[in-house]
């Protein structure tokens, strides 16, 4: 039995949990990892007992495969818009940038960086355009993919703790 109590590591898992649904959608925090972590913390804290080894190996996979397919997604759209690194990197310090101007700034940071990126990396205008929509779909359904599968976890803990 943790030195802690029970229920404030319960309370920091939640919490954990939160943030990193949170983080699905704020690239600063790594989302997927800190929802499993906060799981994992959870189940540590009640001894394993209704979260048990199984469960925490499936959540344990769905927190690879999300992050993966975040990877691949990002990668994927920048490359298929024929994106240098630079657009790769300028998407992501976009990103970051952009958490300061909220969903607005979430949205456009990428593409904003994305294209300077390009632009530093070729100097050709258009081609930068579309390295920066190529960047920011693959973001997009990056993001959209984390966030499924954050759930999908969510839903696997929520059941496996109901049923265990």
Do not use: C, N
């Amino acid at each position: 039995m943790p030195a802690i109590p029970v229920e404030v590591l319960y309370g920091v898992a939640a919490l954990m949990i939160v943030v990193g649904l949170a983080g699905t959608v704020l690239p600063a925090i790594p989302g997927v990892p800190l929802v499993f972590a906060g799981m994992l913390l959870a189940a540590w804290a009640g001894d394993f007992q209704h979260i048990g080894g199984l469960t925490i190996a499936i959540l344990a996979i769905l927190t690879v495969i999300a992050m993966v397919v975040d990877f691949l997604a990002s990668m994927f759209g920048a490359k298929l818009a024929g994106a240098s690194r630079w657009a790769f990197v300028g998407a992501g310090v976009g990103a970051i940038v952009g958490l300061f101007f909220g969903i607005v700034g979430l949205l456009i940071g990428p593409f904003v960086g994305a294209v300077v990126g390009e632009v530093i990396a070729t100097s050709h205008v258009r081609r930068a355009m579309t390295a920066g929509a190529g960047a920011t779909i693959g973001l997009l359904f990056g993001a959209i993919a984390k966030i499924a599968l954050a759930f999908t976890m969510l839903g696997v803990f929520v059941l496996s703790l109901v049923l265990g």
